[in-house]
């Protein structure tokens, strides 16, 4: 018997084919009644780069402003699909950490009953193919990960300006 899906967790790279991946996201929760937790995962900023100011200041407004896009491009899916989206979705999380770690660590405290996540990568090798964080998901997850590939040319909704 297959477990019950209430929890869906979606990860972006705010790319045009994760806005895609988002769809499905999205039409698994409206199928199912299920919740959809977000996550967009910063990669950390060595510190010998930038300065601790710009570490632990600035990175709190580029968070809110990724929040904030995010719940722009729901509205806008809204909008283009004539489907609710806002109310399906229970948490919007930026985190600054490696993703394919944030991702596992994020959908097990959350508990995601499956991952959601669009690749990017084009290529013969299969690390490539997928992308290295579907590739890293996808081998390490103790839960269902349902990864989507590239949408045909011009099919997706893009999150614009985040």
Do not use: W
């Amino acid at each position: 018997m297959i477990p019950e899906i209430k929890n869906i967790f979606y990860a972006t790279d705010l790319s045009q084919n994760s806005s895609h991946a988002f769809l499905y996201a999205l039409d698994m929760a409206q199928r199912r009644d299920a919740r959809i937790v977000i996550l967009h995962a910063i990669e950390p900023i060595p510190r010998h780069i930038l300065g601790l100011k710009y570490q632990f200041g600035r990175r709190d407004d580029e968070i809110e402003r990724i929040k904030n896009g995010i719940q722009r491009f729901c509205g806008k899916v809204e909008a283009e699909s004539c489907s609710p989206c806002l109310k399906f979705i229970s948490k919007i999380l930026v985190k600054i950490g490696h993703p394919v770690e944030e991702i596992l660590k994020t959908a097990d405290e959350e508990s995601c009953d499956v991952i959601v996540l669009g690749t990017h990568g084009k290529g013969f090798l299969a690390h490539t193919f997928l992308g290295s964080v579907s590739y890293g998901v996808l081998h390490r997850a103790r839960k269902p990960v349902f990864i989507i590939p590239l949408p045909p040319e011009g099919t997706a909704i893009d999150f614009g300006e985040v």
